[in-house]
């Protein structure tokens, strides 16, 4: 077995395969963006594919960040508590609009419904430039936690 | 595969609704601007009255919260038809050194070890939006 590497916190630090394997594996994610100076999250359901994440959705922020442009982050975690593991993926990329693509290849490209409501016909993609992700497990924590 | 299309409706969430439901959560994610760059991350939370505690250690965390932040908590049903979610703004101070153990109980211990820095999120708004999927009128 290779050595884990932990970060200052104690937690397993994945590698890039393995990060963009676990994107792979989940539908839900959380989009941030910088609006003005201030962060801004929100939910959204997602595909992985060809590098990239892609989603759907309607006029707003998340649409005016891919229209400019702009950098990014999206979130995909998974927690259980019950056995107190869990891990995180971080993406950092360009958001652009997807164009030029027909509704049945939205279709293809996103197989998921968008959280919410009507008009959601933008598909936006995400760019998995960087990807970074980090690991608890009982079996990985270093420290018993604090009583 | 076809994309489904549903009847959806989204209604907001008042406050009073908001922090019920931000209460009965233990873990969120925390939006911060690190370098101009946006940047989440899954943390371990508590309530102290209206505003969120959670513990970090000095990180990339604690670097984007000199300003505000965003902290949002939501349960989405996995085939993502109805769910909820809460979003926080606000700002975050590290309070290590102004309060005593009665926080440090309602910040969630943090499954990665002790985390020394205790940090408020004192909200300045909170918005909430529920979604349910109905099914589509007959055409």
Known sequence: MTAVLTDDQGMEILDEAEC?????????????????????????NYCFSD???????????????????DTVAFEVDEVDERARDAWSVLVIGTSTVATGLSRTEHAARVPVLPWTAAERNHLVRIGADFVSGRRISQSAQQHPPRE | MDLVELNMSTEAIDFKDCRQLLAGER????????????????????????????????????????????FEVDRIDPEGRSGWSVVVHGRAEDITHFDGPRL????ETPWS???????????????????????????
């Open chain 2, 27 to 70: 873990i969120g994610r925390l939006g911060v601007v690190v370098d101009g760059r946006p940047e989440i991350f899954p943390v371990n939370y508590g309530m102290d009255g209206d505003g969120i505690v959670f513990r970090t250690n000095q990180g990339r965390k604690m670097l984007g919260l000199s300003g505000e932040v965003v």
């Open chain 1, 20 to 44: 963009r394997r676990l994107l792979g594996t989940s539908q839900l994610g959380r989009v941030g963006l910088t609006v003005g100076e201030v962060p801004a999250v929100f939910p959204v």
């Open chain 2, 113 to 139: 070890g002790p985390k020394d820095i205790l940090v408020r999120i004192s909200p300045l708004v909170v918005t909430g939006r529920r979604v349910h999927a109905g099914p589509l009128p007959p055409s």
């Open chain 2, 104 to 107: 440090r109980e309602r910040a």
């Open chain 1, 51 to 69: 590098e990239a994440i892609w989603f759907l959705t309607g006029p707003g922020v998340k649409l005016q960040a891919a229209e400019a442009g």
